[in-house]
């Protein structure tokens, strides 16, 4: 049992083995990567949701609803709680720019840092929209 291959692009299926330990269930409706992990989930998880305007709005709503008071309107880090906050980062500056699919699908569920977790708020399936909405907004 290896690492996939740099660049190897996962596909949605069930119950598969990443190596030692590594038994992730990789179903639309279960996520199990546990929060320590973060690189299992940047090396394996592609967006099921196709992007299309309707899915793309809907993240958009939901953003709208979860993360914007803090995240702000364009994804500044300048929401009106996220100034008094502080530390909420600019999606496209940096490293940030980059965030892949698992990235910000496990940052959503975990949390990560000061920022709390929302997985038991929403949906996977709502959860995977939202990081559609994200990967616009790191475009700038
Ligand atoms: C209460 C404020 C708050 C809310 C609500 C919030 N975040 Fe965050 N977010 C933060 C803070 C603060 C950080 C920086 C965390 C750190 O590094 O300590 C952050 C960081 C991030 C990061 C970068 C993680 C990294 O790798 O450094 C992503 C992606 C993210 N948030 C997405 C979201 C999304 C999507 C939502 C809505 C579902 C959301 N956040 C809701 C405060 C918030």
């Not at 989930?41 to 958009?60: C, F, H, Q, W, Y």
């Not at 940096?94 to 975990?110: A, E, L, P, Q, S």
Request: net charge positive; hydrophobic share 30%.
């Amino acid at each position: 049992m290896r690492d996939p291959a740099r660049g190897t692009v996962a596909r949605p299926n069930y119950h598969t083995s990443f190596g030692k330990g590594d038994s992730v269930t990789r179903d639309l409706m279960i996520y199990n990567i546990p929060k320590d992990s973060i690189a299992i989930a940047e090396r394996t998880l592609v967006n099921p949701i196709a992007l299309t305007d309707a899915s793309l709005d809907e993240g958009k709503v939901l953003y709208g609803r979860y993360c914007i008071h803090c995240h702000g309107e364009n994804g500044k880090g300048d929401g009106l709680v996220g100034k008094e906050y502080k530390g909420v980062p600019n999606y496209s500056v940096g490293d940030y720019k980059t965030m892949n699919d698992g990235h910000i699908f496990h940052v959503i569920t975990h949390g990560k840092g000061r920022m709390w977790p929302h997985g038991s708020q929403m949906t996977p399936e709502e959860r995977w929209k939202i990081v559609l909405y994200v990967h616009k907004l790191q475009q700038g």
